[in-house]
């Protein structure tokens, strides 16, 4: 019993392949006609696994399902995990555990009793998390697996009050461990380096405060959902880039929120750009190409071989670390857990070694999908917010924090193959 308190995300996804595998023996028995009429026409027919109690808890119970995860991950993530649990360690560990239950209860609740399926969606849902709880069972990692959870969860919800939710409470808590930090009340970590003085602000380490604030000019964006940025858009997110680069000295946030203003003055100001059928192309197989050139980077990395070693100097030594990582593991199709010792902030390559080939193709092929639906369907905020963070991934991890990077939210629509794609655009700028 203590093991499932401390931990009971494992208890948890197996009871949501059970509930998948009664949701699919609900669509035999309720379909049973539609199956004698013909296979084509049961496997497209949509059930709940309650019935008509299921569509009255998607209709009402959704949308609270949603976000009451969401709220509780965004303050276990920014506000109990900052260095406040040196502070008052009892008291966080024990609310820690509290949000992660919460968070699994409510997603899983939501995934299973308020979301239609056709018999195909199961299938395929099934078969994909099936994988991703292989890999999880072998390496703990569980930040993809809460990912695709809350992915799976967004389903038919109202994504722009949750973005508003999420985004509300990222600020506030982010603001709380920083004036903590600077009232003296919590400790905070300071660097002094090459690159100047670094301050984590309450934080366990300075790139984690700048994942943060990109996650909040990113949730700015898609809240903002207008195609040319006013000069105030502008300032915000050159705020948000000035602080990243003055406090933390988080290169990688830095250059991302400054990529995001460039993204958006071209959405703006170049709109056929992104009609283009090639430019599309180009970047809805952006995660899958840095995924690929990650590795080259990597394989062809050499201490004194010119065009690498720069490389290598200009990610702060991280081509040299996973090239050590690559040396040191073993190459595991259905993932590992990462040794102690090894250090790999590129998320592909990470992923590359933890979760082994299939997950890790899965994993950005789905984001290569979701960039393309976006795109398609003329939300290119969306598919602008997503590409930013897949370049993120080259020296950090946090494209798989699902209370940052929200766009993982809207990779329902490739999982379960909805059309058209949700998006956090106003309803009425989606008709």
Excluded at 19 to 26: C, I, S
Excluded at 346 to 354: A, G, P, Q, S, T
Excluded at 371 to 384: P, S, T, W, Y
Aim: aromatic share 12%.
């Amino acid at each position: 019993m203590s093991v499932f308190l401390q931990d009971g995300l494992y208890t948890y996804i197996n009871l949501l392949l059970i509930g998948w595998v009664a949701l699919f023996l609900r669509c035999v028995i309720a379909g049973r006609s539609k199956i004698k009429q013909g296979i084509s026409g049961w496997m497209g027919q949509s059930f709940y696994l309650l019935g008509k109690k299921g569509e009255w808890m998607e209709r009402h119970l959704a949308t609270p399902l949603f976000c009451i995860p969401v709220g509780m991950y965004v303050v276990q993530l920014t506000a109990l995990q900052s260095l406040w649990i040196e502070q008052w360690p009892q008291t966080m560990q024990f609310l820690c555990v509290v949000c992660e239950h919460l968070v699994a209860i409510c997603l899983i609740g939501k995934i299973v009793f308020a979301t239609r399926y056709t018999p195909l969606q199961i299938g395929v849902v099934f078969s994909v998390f099936f994988v991703f709880r292989w890999v999880f069972i072998n390496n703990h990692e569980k930040w993809m697996l809460i990912a695709l959870l809350f992915c799976l969860a967004a389903k038919e919800v109202n994504l722009r009050l949750a973005a508003w939710v999420d985004g509300i409470l990222v600020a506030v808590s982010c603001l709380a461990v920083v004036v903590t930090s600077l009232l003296g009340i919590v400790p905070t970590l300071v660097e002094e380096s090459h690159r100047g003085i670094r301050n984590s602000f309450g934080y366990g380490w300075y790139n984690y405060l700048g994942a943060i604030l990109l996650g909040l000019g990113l949730i700015y964006v898609y809240l903002r959902s207008v195609r040319r940025p006013a000069w105030y858009d502008t300032l915000v997110l050159l705020s948000l880039a000035a602080f990243s680069h003055v406090g933390p000295n988080s290169r990688a946030a830095t250059m991302g929120l400054l990529l995001l203003v460039l993204g958006w003055y071209l959405v703006g100001f170049c709109p056929n750009l992104w009609k283009n059928t090639g430019f599309q192309a180009l970047v809805a197989c952006l995660p899958l190409l840095l995924c690929m050139a990650s590795g080259i980077m990597v394989l062809g990395w050499r201490d004194n071989a010119g065009w690498a070693h720069q490389l290598n100097q200009l990610f702060s030594g991280r081509l040299e670390l996973a090239s050590q990582a690559l040396e040191g593991t073993s190459f595991a199709i259905a993932g590992q857990a990462p040794a102690d010792w090894m250090l790999v902030d590129n998320v592909y390559l990470y992923h590359w070694i933890i979760s082994g080939p299939v997950a890790s193709l899965l994993l950005w092929a789905g984001f290569s999908l979701g960039i393309a639906r976006m795109l398609r369907h003329q939300h290119v905020l969306e598919a602008l917010c997503l590409s930013v963070m897949a370049l993120h991934g080259l020296m950090e991890h946090h494209i798989l924090w699902a209370n940052l990077n929200i766009g993982i939210w809207l990779l329902c629509g490739v999982v379960y193959w909805t059309n058209p794609p949700q998006s956090f655009a106003p309803q009425r700028t989606t008709k």
